[in-house]
């Protein structure tokens, strides 16, 4: 702990003025007990402010108890009336002054600390976004890793699906590693699919012709490389991508194919 800047955040001068909470006085009385330094200067701002309350009182002169005690023994001595205004000179305005500036720069004291305590939690709570934006980061950039050493391995075969009648200029790569059964779909050729609609991946039999669903390329528009991973079990000889109603179908949609391919020899 910086002793140091504990004791210059002001926040000893709240204790002394009793200005902070039950749970805030316990930190002090703990670290006073464990620091010589916090408790010795507690000790001198309680001191300096008793010092400031006896200069602001107007005290009694030195002489006053023995002029009294004289006149009361004196039998005919008049009856005096006292002034009930107490005569104060200027260094009782000095200490009430200086009571009133220690006051003030108690309370400022005290805002600041609460403007620091505030500034404090803002820069912590961005400090865990950061953390966070940065662990995804960090995901992200090995889950590219791993689809680039996917796609470099010497076992992937390449299909090139081409545009098809509903959407002629579309295309897209299909990444196929038969041997771990790993499909990579490389769909930056696709448009964005319309609201409540899903691109789905379907492996072909030609003979006879059977479609087999292999999965959707989900959350498409917030993929910005637009690579999508999938598993392929099957004895494949083509792909095709349709476009199904959200959530996808059990049997491809024809009208809706807007690529396919076949698997070279």
């Known amino acids: 702990m910086d002793v140091e800047k504990y004791i210059a955040s002001g926040i000893l001068e709240l204790y002394v003025s009793g200005a902070l909470s039950p749970k805030e006085n316990e930190e002090v009385q703990g670290y006073a007990r464990q620091y010589p330094e916090i408790q010795k200067e507690i ?65 400022w004291t005290y805002l600041q600390n609460n403007e620091l305590k505030s500034d404090i939690e803002v820069t912590n709570k961005t400090m865990e976004q950061l953390k966070d934006s940065l662990s995804n980061i960090k995901l992200e950039i090995t889950n590219k890793e791993t689809i680039l050493e996917e ?42 699919p319309p609201e409540g609609y899903d691109y789905q991946v379907w492996s072909l039999t030609l003979n006879p012709l059977t479609p087999t669903s292999i999965g959707l390329l989900s959350d498409f528009d917030s993929n910005e490389d637009k690579l999508f991973t999938l598993e392929n079990t099957n004895e494949s000889q083509a792909f095709g991508i349709t476009l199904e109603p959200e959530g996808g179908s059990e049997t491809p949609t024809l009208e809706q194919l807007y690529t396919l391919g076949t698997v070279g020899p």
Request: aromatic fraction near 6%.
């Open 43 to 107: 000790e001198a701002i309680e001191a300096t402010i008793l010092d400031l309350t006896k200069k602001a009182s107007p005290g009694m002169p030195p002489t006053s108890f023995e002029s009294i005690a004289s006149k009361i023994k004196k039998d005919d001595s008049p009856i005096i009336e006292l002034d009930s205004k107490p005569k104060s000179g200027w260094v009782t305005y000095l200490g009430w002054t200086a009571s009133i500036i220690l006051a003030i720069g108690l309370v």
């Open 151 to 192: 796609l470099r391995n010497k076992d992937v075969s390449v299909v090139l699906l081409q545009g098809q009648q509903v959407s002629p200029a579309s295309y897209a790569k299909v990444f196929w590693n038969a041997s771990n059964e790993v499909v990579t779909i490389d769909a930056q050729g696709l448009p964005s």
